[in-house]
């Protein structure tokens, strides 16, 4: 059974209409505040952050109020990336940390992402336990009065976010000599990524990091990758990094211009950590990892499992398995050795930890040669049409027609009103006409 507020990525849809209000933000900080609160006896303290969306400034007063109704005592930390709040939340012993953010979607999406104390995001147990509690009568969960939680702001999230990044490295690491030309999104990073790199010496070409409340992800960021290859060849810089909305994912380019995908950085990871003997399993890729990483992967004698799409699913596996490397060809990249969910800015760190001994992106980024691979989402207003006797019949047509030679996914997107149609195999061609097959059921 599904579940009925939360998807593969927390909460999330257009801001005013359906749960996106603040009426729906008030219960959802009621009731997971009250799960997390019976989870631990000791001081109860819930810590917010956001990315740069206006419908921040009116979802976050709401869920502010829902969690001090329930008796929760709160500090807020304003902009900063998702996986700087995990590690806060971890790091100062908070029973949660909630992120409001739509991570990749448009200005005027909007949402939120739960985490534990741990600094993981939540299994659908969990979920499923405070959607229950969502639809349970307020009045049940509300304190008395003089239990009524204290709100805060913090101003030095991001740079507690910054120096946990820096312990990773030894402490003679820098990036002089780098010329990087960088892509905020208009979102979380804006702050934390610039200030970082900059502190380590590398010279910075910023984009993306003037956030007016409604161009978060605009012609930006790591869905719109073109702006760090137009840069990186105008600024003859050595490498472009390019994040989400909420830099929890990343998409670099070489310096000559070339797209970066995660599935490259994964494998380029991959080898280095088996190499320096850091590699615990071997990696975990989704039904959407190329299967040019797989192979690559297994002639190196390394482990490859898939899980399903989501980088909550990756962790998830990861956690179960014990590897400590996994994550997803859109850039959701887990390093397991250092956090609990994705996060763009300790990936860029990591990659340019090998790029600052002079040697250049193309050779170290460029590791297998990708299988053609064609994705095309089709807007829809019912997501439960893949499930249609017409479509599966289309599908099993498709996949006749692709004749064993290669893989077609065809899902639900967990974030968008979209159906994702995927086609993978030696020949481009015939994937576009499996896709076009299946989008003749789809519209």
């Known amino acids: 059974m599904r579940n009925k507020y939360f998807g593969t990525d927390g909460i999330r849809g257009t801001v005013n209409q359906g749960n ?6 008030f219960k959802f900080g009621l009731a997971s505040g009250t799960y997390f609160k019976n989870q631990k006896k000791t001081k109860q303290v819930a810590i917010i952050a956001k990315d740069t969306r206006l419908s921040g400034y009116t979802l976050e007063p709401a869920l502010v109020s829902g969690l001090v109704s329930g008796g929760m005592h709160v500090f807020t930390l304003g902009p900063l990336p998702t996986n700087g709040l995990a590690m806060l939340t971890k790091s100062m ?7 409001i953010t739509a991570s990749h979607n448009p200005y005027y999406d909007n949402g939120l992402k739960l985490f534990g104390p741990d600094g993981m995001k939540l299994s659908d147990k969990i979920e499923k336990k405070i959607e229950k509690l969502i639809d349970t009568k307020n009045t049940k969960q509300l304190t008395e009065p003089k239990r009524l939680g204290r709100v805060k702001r913090l101003e030095d999230g991001n740079e507690k976010y910054i120096k946990i990044l820096k312990n990773n490295f030894p402490k003679n690491f820098n990036l002089k000599g780098l010329n990087i030309v960088l892509d905020c999104a208009n979102g979380a990073g804006y702050k934390a990524a610039p200030k970082l790199l900059k502190e380590l010496g590398a010279k910075v070409f910023v984009m993306g990091a003037k956030p007016n409340g409604l161009n978060i992800n605009h012609m930006c ?7 760090i290859q137009t840069a990186v060849r105008r600024f003859k810089a050595h490498v472009g990094i390019s994040f989400d909305g909420d830099a929890d994912r990343i998409i670099m380019c070489d310096e000559k211009g070339k797209i970066i995908d995660g599935d490259q950085i994964i494998a380029m990871l991959a080898s280095r950590w088996k190499l320096k003997k850091i590699l615990r399993g071997g990696v975990i890729g989704t039904l959407m ?5 797989e192979k690559y992967l297994n002639n190196k004698k390394i482990k490859f499992i898939r899980s399903k799409v989501g980088d909550r699913y990756v962790k998830e596996k990861m956690k179960k398995l014990n590897f400590n490397l996994g994550g997803e060809q859109s850039g959701h990249i887990i390093l397991g050795k250092f956090a609990t969910t994705g996060d763009g800015l300790l990936v860029a760190l990591e990659v340019l930890f090998s790029l600052r001994k002079k040697r250049k992106a193309s050779e170290i980024l460029n ?15 019912d997501k439960e049409i893949i499930n249609t006797k017409k479509c599966k019949s289309f599908i099993k047509k498709a996949k006749i027609l692709m004749g064993g030679k290669g893989r077609i996914l065809v899902r639900k997107s967990g974030t968008e009103p979209k159906i994702r149609i995927m086609a993978e195999s030696h020949d481009k061609a015939l994937n576009l006409k499996c896709i076009s097959l299946i989008k003749k059921a789809i519209t």
């Open 93 to 99: 012993r908070a029973n949660m940390g909630i992120m």
């Open 367 to 381: 590791v297998f040669k990708p299988l053609p691979q064609n994705l095309l989402n089709v807007k829809v207003k």
């Open 221 to 227: 960021g790591s869905t719109f990758p073109s702006k």
């Open 289 to 293: 990892s190329n299967y040019g990483l």
């Open 20 to 25: 996106i209000t603040g009426e729906k933000f």
